[in-house]
């Protein structure tokens, strides 16, 4: 860290637990609000890769104020194309990503493009240590003391648990998982294609659904299509214990054509594979004393949100303004929680009602999402989901 970066003297300190986007945003929040930020991420190194994001709303609001919007690309092509593709592999229009949603413009970019442009921000402000994490957390009535894995300990004015959906964090202070994970019945795997699937243009984007299964691919400028792939099974924790591609293959042995088993051939072939149960975190609250959690490790909301990032960005950039406020700790955690809130829990409730959107769960819903996309192909339809897209503004204030 470069002397003329350092914190001032008596700075606050926080200790930050994981590099994903959330534990980026904080670190960089709280280093402009002075803090002292060190972040503590439990792989050996960064976590370039990724899948497509939606970036819009209060995510998108928090990241102008923090001077990074205008370094995010947006990598939606305007000559890009939308296509629905049935089981046997026949392509119709499909529903055209908008322009404006949550009372934000709408960009498109990769994970890996936000976690780039955050990292950039912090890099040579903000310590970060890999290959660890914690292993035990005490707090007294003036410090947080983390013991990680390695064996060093560290304390702090603030712990913030940006971990993930999986937190280690929240199982050490909040209780084990199992008490605020609410599983779907979906399973999800993405990854990042090494080359065009034959017969996609640039900027073309493919939505093969079926009854239970889903599979979506997006290509960008500068970079080669990302995937991803949904199914439903009543057993989710079992079936991501199984090889992914094994998996994969199984749950969509019956699609024809040629881009479904195009894009299993490549995600054989990839290795940045997610493949996980898509679940939801609900805590009655984020915080416990001096330790507060930030992002998925909080609230995930799912993928069916398009909100998980922005909202990482949005809670971080939310709690090193009301840290600076002056007031006590736990009433910037509390002004804090009330303002976040509603709005979280409008994106989890909203990812119930999308999870039909991303994956049809039965043939009724499936010819419903047709009917429903040809309907937004009409001249009349694509006017009316613009208008109810970029109504009810999402943003903090
Ligand atoms: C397929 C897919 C599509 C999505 N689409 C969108 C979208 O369109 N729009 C949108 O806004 N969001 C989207 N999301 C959601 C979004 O990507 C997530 O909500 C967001 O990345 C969560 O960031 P995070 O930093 O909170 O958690 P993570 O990204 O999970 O980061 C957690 C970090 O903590 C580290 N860690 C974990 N455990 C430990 C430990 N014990 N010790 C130290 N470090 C640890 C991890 O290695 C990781 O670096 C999508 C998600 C998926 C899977």
């Known amino acids: 860290m470069p002397s003329s970066s350092l914190p001032p003297r008596g700075a606050r300190r926080a200790l930050i637990v994981g590099s994903g986007i959330s534990g980026l945003a904080a670190a960089l929040s709280l280093h402009r609000a002075g803090w002292q930020p060190l972040i503590i991420e439990r792989a050996p190194?960064?976590?370039?890769?990724?899948?497509?994001?939606r970036f819009n709303g209060a995510g998108y609001t928090a990241a102008e104020r923090l001077g990074i919007l205008d370094s995010l690309p947006d990598r939606r092509d305007p000559e890009g194309r939308m296509f629905e593709v049935d089981s046997r592999g026949r392509l119709t229009p499909g529903l055209a990503f908008p322009e404006q949603v949550n009372g934000t413009p709408m960009r498109m970019l990769l994970r890996s493009d936000l976690e780039?442009?955050?990292?950039?921000?912090?890099?040579?402000?903000?310590?970060?240590?890999?290959?660890?994490?914690?292993?035990?957390i005490t707090q007294d009535r003036d410090h947080v003391t983390m013991t990680l894995t390695d064996g060093s300990v560290e304390s702090a004015d603030l712990l913030i648990g940006a971990d993930g959906v999986h937190s280690t964090v929240r199982s050490l202070v909040f209780g084990p998982e199992d008490l605020y994970r609410k599983d779907f019945d979906h399973v999800v795997a993405a990854c990042a294609m090494d080359e065009p699937l034959p017969g996609m243009r640039e900027g073309d984007a493919l939505v093969a659904t079926a009854p239970g299964r889903s599979a979506w691919?997006?290509?960008y400028r500068d970079h080669p299509p990302v995937a991803?792939?949904?199914?439903?099974?009543?057993w989710p924790a079992a079936e991501i214990r199984k090889q992914p591609a094994s998996a994969l293959r199984q749950a969509f042995a019956d699609f024809g054509g040629d881009i479904v088993p195009a894009m299993l051939d490549a995600m054989d072939g990839s290795e940045s594979v997610l493949f996980d149960?898509?679940?939801?975190?609900?805590?009655?609250?984020?915080?416990?004393?001096?330790?507060?959690?930030?992002?998925?490790?909080?609230?995930?909301?799912?993928?069916h949100s398009g909100q998980g990032s922005g909202m990482g960005i949005a809670g971080a950039e939310l709690l090193a303004r009301?840290?600076?406020?002056?007031?006590?700790?736990s009433a910037a955690l509390g002004t804090w929680e009330q303002k976040l809130r509603p709005l979280v829990t409008r994106?989890?409730?909203e990812a119930?009602?999308?999870?039909?959107?991303f994956m049809p769960a039965n043939q009724l819903g499936y010819l419903a999402r047709r009917g429903f996309i040809r309907a937004t192909n009409t001249p009349v339809g694509s006017k009316l989901t613009k208008v109810l897209m970029s109504a009810h503004p999402r943003t903090l204030a």
Not at 279 to 300: F, K, P, T
Not at 322 to 329: A, C, H, K, Y
């Open 277 to 303: 149960q898509v679940s939801q975190i609900h805590l009655n609250r984020w915080s416990q004393g001096r330790v507060v959690l930030l992002g998925d490790s909080a609230w995930c909301m799912t993928l």
């Open 352 to 357: 119930l009602r999308m999870r039909h959107f």
């Open 116 to 136: 780039r442009v955050l990292y950039e921000a912090v890099q040579d402000l903000v310590e970060i240590r890999y290959g660890t994490g914690p292993a035990a």
């Open 217 to 219: 691919i997006n290509s």
């Open 228 to 234: 991803f792939l949904l199914y439903r099974t009543p």
């Open 322 to 329: 009301l840290l600076t406020e002056g007031g006590s700790l």
């Open 45 to 53: 190194g960064r976590r370039t890769n990724g899948y497509f994001v």
């Open 347 to 349: 994106h989890q409730k």
